[in-house]
């Protein structure tokens, strides 16, 4: 371990909620069903993430750590293009460098399950431990060892905020997850499996935001959008209810969200933002989703494209609902 290392570590850990993401990520990719966050003083001391999913084998657990060794890049080749969510080998390496991780893990294969500590990049000896099939992560003391980082770490309440924000996109990029995330001594949110993004949003946005969405769908020559977007009286003062997920992952997007403000045009106060819930699915070559680990950006190939096609899905909606 070295000061590189730390220094690479801070390109994909920024705070605790960059450490949930990549945890909540790897979980998905895992093939969870259910999924458990709990954070104490917004996860500045503990993170902890446990699973239902495949489980890491014991002799794969050391390699799990190891920068770039990624188990999905061959499944990924064999399907031509990148489906998981993450794919760099980079996050679980990265966490590891700048705090104490224990994961505890079983595949359905064995009986026992391997239990393997980290800290500051160095790791001991693989244990066996108990534990049903899955993953459990638990990340300690986020920078003990790179003070300065943790030193520019916010308050624990302005840290389990943006934990909580992190918690909401994968929920309702999710709605089939059973998820629950539990701070400190309160449990937040346990959400059981819901059909429908629908019943996700009431959960974050309220019934009656919920019961205001109205269904968009198009799919221009492979490109497939569809989700929701709110009645125009649910506008909010900021950007804040808009998610977009291209390919199950959150991302912004100004010019999206621009598009969507311009589908709008007309039928907003003056100041109100709308609130939108859209997912795209793409052609790989259409979107480079990696532009940076820690970033929400994409880049798309044509974006004009895209915004054409998201302005027109959405005032086609308008038009044929009784909203003019
Ligand atoms: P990536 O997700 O980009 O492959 P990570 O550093 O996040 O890289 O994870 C490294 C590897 O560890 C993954 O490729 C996967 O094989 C394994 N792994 C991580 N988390 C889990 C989990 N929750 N369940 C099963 N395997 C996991
Ligand atoms: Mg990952």
Not at 18 to 34: F, M, P, Q, Y
Not at 145 to 152: A, D, G, I, K, L
Not at 249 to 261: E, I, K, P
Request: hydrophobic letters at 40%.
């Amino acid at each position: 371990t070295s000061v590189v290392n730390q220094i690479a570590a801070g390109e994909v850990v920024e705070r605790p909620a960059s450490v949930v993401k990549e945890l909540l990520e790897n979980a998905i990719d895992a093939g969870a069903t259910r999924v458990e966050l709990a954070v104490e003083r917004g996860g500045k001391d503990l993170i902890r993430v446990a699973d239902d999913g495949c489980g890491i084998a014991r002799e794969d657990l050391p390699l799990a750590f190891r920068p770039h060794a990624t188990s999905k890049l061959r499944e990924a080749e064999q399907l031509h293009h990148v489906r998981t969510l993450g794919f760099r080998g980079e996050a679980l390496a990265a966490i590891a460098e700048v705090s104490r991780v224990r994961c505890q893990s079983r595949t359905a294969a064995t009986e026992v399950g391997a239990e393997l500590l980290i800290e500051g990049g160095v790791p001991a000896e693989i244990r066996d431990c108990g534990g049903p099939v899955g993953t459990v992560f638990e990340v300690r003391n986020l920078f003990f060892n790179t003070p300065v980082r943790r030193s520019f770490l916010k308050s624990d309440t302005t840290e389990a905020g943006h934990v909580a924000e992190m918690f909401t996109r994968i929920a309702l990029a999710h709605p089939t997850l059973h998820l629950t995330f539990r701070s400190g001594s309160k449990t937040l949110y346990d959400l059981p499996p819901v059909t429908g993004l629908k019943d996700r949003v009431a959960v974050f946005f309220g019934r009656e935001l919920a019961e205001s969405l109205l269904w968009v769908e198009s799919e221009v020559d492979g490109i497939h959008l569809w989700g929701y977007v709110a009645h125009p009286s649910q506008s909010r003062s900021s950007a804040k209810g808009q998610y977009l997920f291209v390919g199950g992952r959150y991302v912004r997007d100004r010019s999206l969200g621009h598009a969507l403000s311009e589908a709008y045009r007309g039928l907003l106060m003056v100041g109100r933002v709308p609130v939108a819930f859209l997912h795209l699915e793409l052609p790989p070559e259409e979107v480079d989703v990696n532009v940076h680990p820690t970033k929400v950006e994409v880049r798309f190939r044509d974006s004009q494209r895209i915004y054409g096609q998201l302005l027109r899905t959405v005032r086609q909606t308008f038009l044929t609902s009784d909203l003019h």
